[in-house]
């Protein structure tokens, strides 16, 4: 399984447990986050 494939079931996860809080968050967040784990280039 790839690195985006975990992050991605990990986001779908907490989106299930989490909901709305969560979009909120990763609204805010989330961009900045991918930026930080997506390798250069």
Partial sequence: MSRRADLTGAYLTGAYLF???LEAWFAERGAEHIQV???AG
């Fill in 19 to 21: 909901g709305a809080d």
């Fill in 37 to 39: 784990l997506r390798p």
